[in-house]
């Protein structure tokens, strides 16, 4: 299980990037983190990565605390980042250096299999286009087989028609370890077809305003008018986070804190 | 509209032969002038418009390397000249890669070591000439030091500049995977850094040659520097030619070596090699 506690961050130019961001995630779990611009997603992901560490409060990955990038956890980020001069194969294992040569190269052999590029094998990473030099990069990321797997808008790049092809391959690959996937978007449709919960955050500080829990069946049929009333949710709650006027749900501990000192 | 069409369809053939004409022709152009020159200078000399003495034809020059050739005299100029390149690029190359490669990586060395490097840089190489021949004295090892001299700062500067240049993305990548400082720096910034890496040789390369001819003129008995100096002081401006002209050879010889030699570890990259042309 991935807890959150109270996660904050400040940076050192004095940006208050996330206040107290709390949330217990189960091994599985499909959580999509959406929200406008500057609430602090993009931090959130980072700390629980262990690139950057939180300047307040804990990531908890089945006791452990994560300060610095672990075993067990993957990401995918906006870009591919595949290393140029490596071929697609090597890209694919360059997280399994410490394996048996054998070993490699079956697990990459299946991971290309199972992405749908066995003939990109050894094609430089500049001779694919971006749909498929992400598919490298997510197949990168699983073939360490990580608990769990955080992305950092990995669709955002790629024209519409590539994007869902990947959403869905997603799923299919999802399905096969379990992994947790924590996704950062900005795709309310993106959020409603892969998530169980839908995390909307609020910018200045970054914080938790409202989570939606998306009970739908998978697969998902984005034409179907459920799918549509999940999506109009997920708008509200968005457009009420960006609405000063709205007050945040925990406001009133706030106060009192305020109160006190 | 439909008078274009015609047109259009005609243009197919042409551009492929256009692509032929870029491809072959256009750096043969770049020989008609110079061919040009040698021809007609080979000319009013035989026609007798010159005597040639000053400004010797062609066939002047090929005929003194011929002879410096034949007398094994050239083989020995060009050993020694080389020899003298050849330690002198190798020292400039380990010092500013190391010093280089320490000033890249370790910004509390650079802050201690750069600005006295970038001071030294300041200095005209030729400046220390004198000091070079009262330390070192006036053979081997003074030319060979200020051939390293000048071949250092571009290393320096190529591999500084190629280290802290690397892609923070990429480096995080590396970070993802938790590697070790030493596997970062072998699997992350040395392929990272290889492509502005061989630029920097090829530009010291190009100075360790500049320089040999300077660290030569100081004073040698052989070498194709001493050829140079030994033309002028006898009045044999074909030797001089002959002189410059291997000099030309051996710059584009080594060069292409080192060009050649990195081909293979640079395949990867989107602008090396055959897609640089037009």
Known sequence: MLALKEVGKTYPNGVHALERFSAEIQLGEIIAIIGGSGCGKSTLLRAIAGLDRATSGAVILDNAVITSPHAKIGIIFQEPRLLPWLTVADNIGFGLADLPAEVRRERIAAALARVGLADKANAWPRELSGGQAQRVAIARALVPQPEVLLLDEPFSALDAFTRRDLQDHLLDLWADTRPTLILVTHDVDEAVVLADRVLVMRPRPGRLFQEITINLARPRDRKSELFDNFKRRVLTALDRSLDRAVRDPADKSNAGEAMWW | ?278
């Open chain 2, 1 to 278: 509209m439909t008078v274009d069409l015609p047109v259009l369809e005609q243009t197919a053939a042409p551009r492929a032969a256009s692509a032929r004409w870029s491809r072959y022709a256009r750096p043969a152009l770049g020989l008609v002038l110079p061919v040009a020159c040698a021809l007609g200078w080979e000319l009013v000399v035989d026609l007798g418009y010159s005597n040639g003495r000053l400004v010797p034809p062609p066939s002047k020059v090929f005929e003194t390397i011929v002879e410096l050739g034949k007398s094994g005299e050239l083989t020995r100029h060009i050993l020694a000249t080389l020899w003298r390149v050849g330690a002198g690029f190798a020292l400039g190359v380990i010092a500013g890669t190391i010093l280089g490669a320490i000033s890249g990586y370790w910004s509390f060395a650079r802050r201690l070591l750069d600005p006295t490097v970038q001071a030294m840089r300041a200095i005209p190489s030729l400046a220390w000439v004198p000091l070079f021949v009262l330390w070192l004295g006036i053979f081997e090892t003074s030319k060979i030091v200020l051939i390293a001299v000048g071949v250092f700062f571009p290393i320096y500067l190529g591999v500084m500049g190629a280290i802290l240049s690397v892609d923070r993305k990429i480096v995080e990548v590396g970070r993802v995977f938790r590697l070790s400082g030493p596997a970062m720096i072998r699997r992350i910034l040395l392929p990272a850094v290889l492509p502005a890496y061989v630029v920097a040789l090829r530009v010291g390369l190009g100075l360790g040659w500049m320089f040999v001819v300077a660290a030569e003129l100081i004073g040698a008995s052989e070498g194709l520097g001493y050829l140079l100096l030994d033309g002028q002081q006898l009045g044999k401006p074909a030797q001089i030619l002959a002189a410059i002209v291997i000099f030309a050879i051996l710059g584009k010889l080594t060069d292409w070596l080192i060009e050649a030699a990195a081909a293979p570890l640079l395949r990867w990259q989107d602008a090396f090699g055959a897609r640089g042309g037009v």
